[in-house]
């Protein structure tokens, strides 16, 4: 299984830019990169996945170089809503299919006023 | 609402009592996930199924633990003889394609 390491936490003003890096030199050809959020109390949500380059939707966007060893979560304009954990899983493809993800122990994001 | 529904939210029970948490995943998802979280600390995998059959169980799912899913709709996750380190969030998630996974609430336990 791919390791993921990223920051334990990270503090931002509202308004701000937050881009959270994560590291996964191991990362496997069919492995595609996934980020979720979780608030307190909650199941994680997913936020974002990708396999190379960029991806955007209307939450975030995902950043990935071409050898995949790293990607960027960027969240423009946090809001105090946003304070949460965030993961950046790797995830495997097994054969037959499926895929079982690896949770590390995630980044807290705290939005500051 | 037709997101992951887990029953019941918290479960309070005395150590060597057996438990009994239920998931219903959203329709139509064959996949079907069951995590333990600790304070501080991201899911950890227990066991997965596709559709009726359970394909993978983690070394972390000992004997007391079982889990099925009969007809492959909801699951129960059951926890014989509790213990106090068996005290955690039991997350359950379900998804259709191999990539995204959506969890439910959870089921707080808290064995005294």
């Known amino acids: 299984l791919a390791k993921t390491t990223q920051p334990i936490s990270m503090d931002s003003y509202e308004g701000q830019e937050v881009n959270i890096t994560c590291s996964h030199n191991n990362i496997a050809t069919n492995d595609y990169i996934t980020w979720y959020q979780q608030f307190p109390s909650q199941g994680p949500r997913f936020i974002i996945q990708g396999y190379k380059t960029k991806v955007t939707n209307e939450v975030a966007s995902l950043f990935i170089p071409a050898d995949r060893k790293s990607s960027t979560l960027s969240l423009p304009r946090v809001s105090l809503s946003d304070t949460a954990v965030y993961y950046c899983?790797?995830?495997?493809?097994?054969?037959?299919?499926?895929?079982?993800?690896?949770f590390g122990t995630g980044t807290k994001l705290q939005v500051i006023p | 609402d037709t997101g992951v529904s887990q029953n019941p939210r918290h479960k309070i029970t005395k150590r060597g009592q057996n438990v009994t948490f239920r998931c219903d995943p959203i329709s139509e998802h064959n996949r079907l996930y069951w995590y333990r979280q600790t304070l501080g600390q991201g899911p950890e995998f227990l066991t997965y199924?596709?559709?009726?059959?359970?394909?993978?169980k983690s070394r972390l799912l000992s004997d007391r633990f079982s889990a099925e899913r009969p007809k492959g709709s909801f699951s129960t996750l059951e926890i014989q003889r509790t213990e106090q380190g068996d005290s955690a969030m039991y997350l359950c998630a379900s998804s259709l394609t191999e990539n995204i996974q959506y969890f439910g609430a959870g089921t707080r336990l808290s064995v005294l």
């Open positions: 199924f596709q559709n009726e059959a359970q394909l993978e």
């Open positions: 899983l790797v995830g495997d493809v097994i054969s037959g299919g499926y895929q079982k993800v690896t």
